[in-house]
Every structure is written in structure tokens, then in C-alpha cells.
């Protein structure tokens, strides 16, 4: 770090141990985190391609012309090629890991999926999910279950998709997330605590 005096960011008779502190990121709830009736609005959205589309198709040797054929597809009632619905399944379940289930250990099912309306090459997704219930796992000191409902939006505000998912989800006693070490990172990579003379923030858990 510079401690160059034009620099208004910086104290020049600091050290770069007295500016510098390892704090937590955002390490994905954990069962404690979730309460029943929350909405979680996922962020960024997806803009579907073409390119997405074909690549699902070949990759699942799913032959149905709706979704590679343009001649076929434009004497269809759609006129044009439909998104294959499991990418569109798969691309909001994505969408929805950063705050479902990041610190997952398993999903246990998909149930109630349900296609509201197609998704066209160039239509852009966003995704949320609303907690419908939690329990303590009866076999599983570690982890509890969570069920939500996960809605998926195209850029009109048209239900696209709804689904709801079961993920078995870590206790934060059982992960132990730190910021010098969070879930993914083997320990003694990047900066450490001496690093930075000690100065460590990390996460507060959410009070019930």
C-alpha cells in the first residue's frame, strides 16, 4: 500500500500494518441465518444467449427442434426458439446459491417446478427466494433444512419459473468460517493475521 502524502486515503505516518485489516466477506448464510417469511432478491440478473441455449442442448442431446431449429421453430405459435426450461432451471438455482446454499451439504429435492411463461434468447433473468420452512436435521447434529420457494423473473416482471428446493445447510458452529480462512480456502493462503498485525474483523451471526 502507498504512502504517498497525496494520497487522501492514506495517514503518512502510518504504518501499513495501522491501515491494513483482514475482514470477513460474505460467507453465505448459514441455518442460524434463515428466518421464515424472508425474501431474498438475488443479485445481478443473467441475460440469456444463444450460445446458452445450444450448449444445453447438445450437452443434454436434448433433440426437441423448439430449441435448435429456426425454420421449425418459427411455424411454432412462439414464432422463434425457446430457452431450454432446464437451463432456465439451472441458471436460477445459481442464481439463488450465493444466499441459499452457499454452505449447503446436499440438496434433498426439487419439488413443485413449474414453467409460468418461456424465455427467449435475449431475455434477461432474476431470481429471489422466500423461506417457507426450517427444522434441526434428525440424523444431522451439523446441519438443518431449509425449504424456499424460488421465483424466477424475466425483464418485463413476467414469471418465468417458481420451484421450491430443499437444501441441507451448515450450522455455523460446524463451519467455523474465519476471515483468514473462509469456506474454499486452505489454511495459510493470502493474507494472514500477522499480516496485518493482528487487525481481523470478522462476521457477526445474525441474532435470532
Known sequence: ????????????????????????????????????????KHPYGRTVTETDN???????????????NEAY?????????LVDGLYVIALAVGMSVIDISANATANLGYDRVRHHAPVFHGDTVFAESEVLSKRESESRDHVGIVTTELRAHNQDDELVLSLERTPMVLKREAAEPTAAQPTGWPDGIGTQPEDVDGRVIERQPREE
Open 54 to 68: 445450444v450448449w444445453l442442448t447438445n450437452l443434454t442431446m436434448n433433440v426437441n427442434p423448439m430449441h435448435f
Open 73 to 81: 421453430a418459427a411455424e411454432t405459435e412462439f414464432g422463434e426458439r
Open 1 to 40: 500500500m502507498s504512502n504517498d502524502d497525496d494520497s487522501p486515503l492514506s495517514d503518512p505516518d502510518a504504518t501499513d500494518a495501522d491501515e491494513r485489516r483482514l475482514v470477513s466477506g460474505w460467507q453465505g448464510r448459514y441455518f442460524e441465518d434463515f428466518q421464515v417469511g424472508d425474501v431474498y
